[in-house]
């Protein structure tokens, strides 16, 4: 075993202290050691002889714990050479922000969109803190209508570092994804997001644009996107009616 891979004797430990099956515990320890940076995309885990010794564990409790780490995609294995550390996954939540076009055509209907607003800001705080901007940094903000069928279905505000988008603000026409045009024109590669929902009751100039009554319900959703090494790239947010869109999620049980 290098000294990669190397395992602390509280880590040891842990596993048979742990209120959880051992298998968790261990699933945890493995788990805790790639999230932290310690094991690294593309490094080989110790092989499964090497982790029954090490941590005084059955074949059968090694296996299922990496089993559960594989499904899951933090672990993959080849195979003749050993089990290897994912590259990270994109969270996505129950309404995938970044694909709601992609999901109403796939669903056989049109979409259009409109540039309602596009400048350059100073910030609000919160995301100025989000997109980790020094006080004196300024934000490209942009801000679209997306409708279905001509119907207005969803307000799109979205933030950029001014700094790190210099021309975005000339160059952006609002055709186009926020997030897969700087992907595109700037070399951004977004490895990580992560979306917060909140049900919420829409103002009435937020019901004009929509094409709706103040008072109606309504959902907002924050997106925040990030690059390697978790270096925000956008922060967007959605504001969708809720008389016209109904959201579901799957739920799949082991047999």
Not at 129 to 158: C, F, G, M, Y
Request: with cysteine.
């Amino acid at each position: 075993m290098s000294q990669q891979t190397k395992i602390r004797l509280d880590e040891i430990a842990a596993v048979h202290t742990s209120p959880s099956t051992l298998y968790h515990s261990l699933g945890h320890i493995i788990r805790s050691k790639i999230q932290s940076g310690e094991w690294t995309v593309g490094q080989c885990i110790p092989s499964e002889r090497e982790m029954m010794t090490i941590f005084n564990v059955s074949r059968a409790t090694v296996r299922q714990g990496i089993d559960n780490l594989v499904k899951e995609g933090i672990l993959y294995r080849v195979q003749g050479k050993g089990t290897f550390v994912s590259p990270p996954k994109i969270e996505q939540g129950v309404l995938r922000l970044m694909e709601f076009s992609d999901v109403i055509k796939r669903n056989g209907l049109k979409p259009n969109v409109q540039l309602i607003g596009k400048e350059r800001v100073v910030p609000p705080p919160n995301v100025a803190k989000l997109l980790a901007l020094s006080d004196a940094e300024q934000a490209v903000w942009l801000q679209r209508l997306l409708l279905v069928n001509k119907e207005p279905i969803l307000i799109e505000t979205s933030y950029f570092s001014a700094t790190r988008f210099p021309d975005l603000l000339e160059t952006y026409d609002g055709l186009e994804e926020p997030h897969k045009f700087v992907a595109k024109h700037y070399d951004v590669k977004i490895v990580r997001a992560r979306e917060t929902f909140e049900p919420v009751i829409l103002e009435d100039k937020e019901a004009e644009i929509l094409g709706s009554k103040g008072g109606f319900p309504a959902l907002w959703v924050e997106h925040i996107a990030f690059e390697v090494a978790d270096k925000p790239a956008a922060y967007l947010t959605s504001l969708l009616r809720g008389d016209r869109c109904r959201f579901y999620t799957d739920l799949v049980f082991d047999r």
